[in-house]
């Protein structure tokens, strides 16, 4: 079963979904690119200005930890950095909320704002927390700037909601797993394997930095046995909830725009979803 909801993911969280109710949150958030993202079937803005939202999220961080609050604004280099991760704070503040202890945050990022994030997850989910971070190539090119490196990997930050996540993972490997390939720990190494999007791949849908199916599966199976819940906070296109629901997963997408949560309910209703059931009634 799958909801969507529409709206900033901090306030729909606070509205709408319970604490330690969630047992994985995969979440691909605008990167702070500064650039507004285009596709024929939507698009969204990555540039930042302060707003309520970016106040909001800097005050519930500074309730979590004063200092950590004072640590994350002196590495924000600038007045679009410092409006981005207040909003990205508010939302990951609630994303520790509505986690089960046993439940992980598999956040995905790139280098334009990766150091700061990982700053961000450390103070609220305790740098004790931290899993572990996956490499995942995302294009074979890239190499047009002679100014800087060829950017082709995104990266995947892994942090448990408690100690007992890193348990939790270990028995998926062990006990839920598959017992050739291995889910959990032992389904990979810190490079993700699932090969990028191509640009006339059958999967597209239009939505701009759409990600591929396989990787969302490969990680709800090392974090999830089917029946739990996934939650992503910043869905798109869905395309974590079309792989939770292949894997027989619950599911509760989040999104801003009406656009994106138009074309993840056309994925999930379509045929290359095994959709069981679709819960409509939950769509804002
Ligand atoms: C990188 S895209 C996600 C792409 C998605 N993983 C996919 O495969 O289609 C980021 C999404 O975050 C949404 N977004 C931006 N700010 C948001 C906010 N405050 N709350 C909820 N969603 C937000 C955008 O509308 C956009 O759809």
């Not at 909801?5 to 969280?13: I, M, Q, R, S, T």
């Not at 969630?22 to 200005?49: C, H, L």
């Not at 995947?156 to 996540?165: E, Q, V």
């Amino acid at each position: 079963m799958t909801r969507l909801l529409l709206g900033a993911a901090a306030d729909v969280l606070r509205r709408e979904i319970a604490t330690a109710s969630v047992d994985m949150v995969y979440s691909d958030p605008p990167f702070g690119n500064e650039q507004i993202w285009t596709g024929k079937a939507g698009s969204f803005d990555d540039r930042w200005e302060w707003s309520a939202a970016s106040s909001t999220g800097w005050a519930a961080l500074k309730d979590h930890s004063a200092a950590g609050a004072a640590l994350l604004a002196a590495v924000a280099r600038s007045a679009p950095s410092r409006a981005y991760l207040g909003v990205m704070a508010g939302i990951i503040v609630e994303l520790r909320r509505v986690l089960k202890l046993t439940g992980t945050l598999w956040l995905h990022f790139d280098d334009t704002m990766g150091a700061e994030l990982r700053v961000l997850c450390d103070v609220i989910f305790g740098a004790g927390n931290a899993i572990g971070t996956l490499v995942w190539v995302r294009t074979l090119g890239g190499h047009g700037n002679s100014k800087r490196f060829g950017r082709v990997h995104d990266t995947i930050a892994c942090y448990g909601r408690s100690r007992a996540a890193k348990w939790r993972l270990w028995r998926i490997g062990t006990l839920g797993g598959d017992p050739i390939t291995g889910d959990g720990f032992g389904r990979f190494d810190d490079f993700a394997i699932a090969a990028p999007l191509g640009p006339t791949d059958k999967e597209r849908v239009g939505y701009p930095t759409q990600k591929p199916v396989a990787l969302l599966e490969e990680l709800i199976r090392a974090a999830t046995l089917p029946g739990n819940v996934l939650l992503d906070p910043t869905c798109g296109s869905g395309t974590a909830l079309v792989a939770a629901t292949r894997l027989q997963r619950k599911s509760i997408g989040i999104d801003i725009s009406q656009d994106a949560l138009t074309a993840a309910q056309a994925r999930l209703t379509g045929p290359a979803t095994a959709q069981p059931s679709f819960d409509f009634g939950e769509v804002a």
